[in-house]
C-alpha cells in the first residue's frame, strides 16, 4: 500500500513537467528532526483549470548539531537547502518560497542577525525570491516529508487462544514458563501482555506472590509456518540433531556418543511440540520457590529464566538468513541487526560468522548501500624549494625481456625539478637497487632529505 501510495504522488497527474515561464513555487518546512521542499507550479490542465503540480520533492534528516538550532535557523537552513537542491531551476527566475515560520519574512529587512543566519541571508539573496508565510494548517503536504511518525504497535490479546479446561488443568508454582503451541517466541512485560482467562492463580496467605509472575511465551510463526514445519522435519533429518531429539524423547543413549559430552549437550536442549530448541539462561532472572500455585492447560512447563531458540539445522541456515535480510520486511538490515533479529528466535553454531558472511556477500547491499568509511582526506601537494631536497621512487613492471635480460624499471623522481631518472633491472632485489641507488643517485645528485616509497619490501 505504501507503494502504490508513492508510486501514485510521482506520476502524473500530480507530478507534471516544468514550465520555464510560469512562476515557481517553493514550499519549504523544517521539524526537529529533518528538512523538506516542495517544488511546484500553478499549470493549466487539459479541461481548462489551474492546479497546482508538484516539479520535485526534496528532504533530508538533520544532524545532531543542526537538532540544536532554533526554529528560525532551522527554518532558514530550510531556504538555504531546496535553493540549493533546485538551483537549475530557480537560478535566474523570480519565484516565491512558502513558509509556516513568519520571521522569515522580514529576513532581508533586519539588521540585527547572527552570523550564522548572516551567511544564510547572503546565499539566499543571489536569488529573486519572494517569501511568503502560510499557516502551519495548509502546509501540511511538506509536514509529511519532514516528519516520519511511528505509532505505537498495538499488541493483540491473545486470552482466547488457550481454551478454559477445567479438566485438564496443571497445577504449577510461579515462576515456571508455560509454552504455548505456537512458534515466534517473545517476552513482554505481564501488563502489554495479558495472562489467558485459563490461568488461575491461588494464593497462599503466608507466601505472597508479589513478587512472582507467570512468564508466557507466545510462539507462533505467522505466514511462515510451513517454513516452521520444513525445520522441524529437517531436524528429524539432520545427522547431528537425531541422536539429541531420539534421546530426549526415549533416554536412550547413541552406541558411538561419547556420554559425558553428550549428556552435556542434552542438558541445553529441549524437545517442545516436535521441534528441538536450544536453552539459554538468563543471568537476570532469580526464580525462588513459593508456595503459590497456577492452574493452567498447557502441558509444557520451564523455569522463567530459561529461553528457549529454535534448533536450525544446517540445511535451513540459508532459508532463515534469506528470510531475516532478503525479505522485503527485513529492510536488508546489517550484520549487527540482522544477527540480532536471529539470535532473538534461533539458534545454530556459529551463527555470527555466518551472519556477517551473508550480509556482506549481499548483491543489492553492495550495490546500493552507503559505505559506512569515511571518505580519504583531501591531497595536498609536496611544496619544495631546492633540486633533489625530496625524491620519490618505485618500480615499474615486470615487462618484456629485453636481449640483456632486463625486465624492470626503476623510476625516480625530483620532487623540484621533476627531472625522472630511469633505470633498467633485471631483478627487484634488494642489494640490486641499492646498488644502483647509490652509484646512479647518490653519487650523482648528492643525498636527499627526504625519499618516499610504496613501502615496498625491496625498499624497506
Known sequence: AFDHLRHLLIEAPIIAYPQFDKTFILQLDASDFGLSAILAQKLVDDDGVQREHVIGYASRTLTSSERKFSPTERECLTIVYGCSHFRPYLEGVRFTILTDHKALKWLHQTKDLNSRLARWAMQIAAYDVDIQH???ADNTNCDALSRAPIDDLSISNDSAVVQDSSSSSTVVDPGYLLVLDYFYHCSLPSSQFPIPTSLHRTTNSSS???????????????????????????????AELRPLINYLQ?????????????????????????ALYRVLHSSQSNVEDNSSTAICSTTRLFRSHEQLRL?????????????????????????????????????????????????????????????????????????????????GIDLTG????????????????DYFTKWVELFALAN?????????FVDEVL??????????????????
Open 208 to 238: 505472597p506472590t508479589s513478587s512472582h509472575s507467570i512468564f508466557c511465551a507466545n510462539i507462533h510463526f505467522g505466514d511462515n509456518i510451513q517454513l516452521y514445519e520444513d525445520i522441524r522435519n529437517a531436524q528429524w533429518n539432520d
Open 311 to 391: 534448533v536450525i539445522p544446517k540445511s535451513k541456515i540459508f532459508d532463515l538468513l534469506s528470510l531475516a535480510h532478503d525479505h522485503p520486511t527485513a529492510a536488508h538490515l546489517g550484520r549487527r541487526k540482522t544477527l540480532y533479529r536471529l539470535s532473538s528466535r534461533f539458534y545454530w553454531s556459529h551463527m555470527r560468522h555466518d551472519v556477517e558472511a551473508y550480509v556482506r556477500a549481499c548483491e543489492l547491499c553492495q550495490k546500493f548501500k552507503a559505505s559506512n568509511k569515511k571518505s580519504g582526506g583531501l591531497m595536498r601537494p609536496i611544496v619544495e624549494n631546492e633540486p633533489w631536497n625530496t625524491i
Open 443 to 460: 653519487c650523482r645528485f648528492g643525498f636527499p632529505v627526504r625519499v618516499i616509497s610504496d613501502n615496498g619490501v625491496q625498499f624497506i
Open 250 to 274: 526415549t533416554q536412550q543413549l547413541p552406541d558411538d556418543t561419547e556420554s559425558p559430552k553428550f549428556h552435556k549437550r542434552v542438558s541445553c536442549h529441549r524437545f517442545v511440540d516436535g
Open 134 to 136: 502560510r499557516s502551519g
Open 428 to 436: 627487484t632485489k634488494a642489494k640490486t637497487i641499492a646498488q644502483i
Open 398 to 413: 615486470p615487462l618484456p625481456k629485453t636481449r640483456r635480460g632486463n625486465t624492470y624499471i626503476l623510476v625516480v623522481i
